[in-house]
């Protein structure tokens, strides 16, 4: 059902670009991404209440590092990919995959700690690591020329995921269900080269510093961390130019 309505949300944004494209100078297409975070957070202050009490205090300074890739899909809209322009502004709408998430390093003040020793481990579910991403990119044009525009400027992101995931504990086998959000900005840079008069290649990507906010839960346990780090990306499309930023 999610997965349904997030199709739908897609396919919407698609017609009314199609039915209004001519309209207006502008460029839209398909668009396809490759992303890794990098959040660092905490240890859950709700898991305190099933730990000795010793155990809690210690894990209060603790740092985890997380890791989390994306693969997405999606439109991507820009407003001047063509034209001799200083400004441009492109907005993207995308299907989020995340193809992996793991957690590669806890550090526990005065206690050294390795993740595998545990035998924490995720077994993602493909079929159940869906969720949204849009981007807002604010370009200036460096270089113009009639066959490439070199840009650089601002972005904004937000990206949300749902997993259903089986992980293991202590060696047993878990299963589990969570949510995370992540959101924030940084600097992008790309290429747009242009194929004839009516299409643009894009090619760039950025990267972005968010905050990061992820719910699990498994039966009568659940935690919620917040944390911040890095956010990667690289990303191309193909734009089918429409009005004025036809050659």
């Not at 700690?113 to 579910?125: E, K, Q, R, T």
Request: some cysteine; glycine content about 14%; charged content about 15%.
């Amino acid at each position: 059902m999610i997965r349904r309505r997030l199709w739908a949300v897609l396919t919407a944004v698609l017609t009314l670009l199609l039915l209004n494209g001519p309209a207006f100078a502008a460029g839209w297409g398909p668009y396809f991404s490759w992303a890794r975070e990098e959040p660092g957070t905490g240890i859950p202050g709700d898991l305190s209440k099933y730990l000795p009490e010793d155990w809690a205090k210690a894990l209060k300074g603790a740092d985890i590092d997380v890791s989390i890739t994306h693969l997405t899909f999606g439109v991507m809209y820009e407003s001047a990919p063509a034209r001799d322009k200083l400004f441009s502004y492109r907005a993207t709408l995308g299907f989020d995959i995340a193809t992996s998430l793991s957690i590669d390093k806890v550090s526990i003040p005065g206690l050294p700690f390795n993740p595998a020793d545990f035998g924490i481990s995720f077994d993602l579910d493909d079929s159940s690591t869906y969720g949204l991403s849009t981007n807002h990119t604010f370009q200036f044009g460096i270089i113009r020329t009639d066959r490439l525009k070199w840009w650089v400027g601002p972005g904004i992101g937000l990206t949300i995921n749902y997993f259903d995931y089986g992980t293991k504990l202590f060696g047993e086998a878990v299963d589990a269900k969570a949510g995370n959000i992540s959101i924030g900005g940084g600097g992008e840079t790309g290429v747009n080269i242009q194929l004839g008069r009516a299409m643009t290649l894009c090619v760039g990507g950025g990267i972005q510093w968010r905050a990061f906010g992820l719910a699990a839960g498994s039966h009568d346990v659940g935690s919620l961390v917040w944390g911040n780090g890095p956010f990667y990306f690289i990303q191309t499309s193909l734009l089918f130019r429409t009005g004025a930023d036809r050659g």
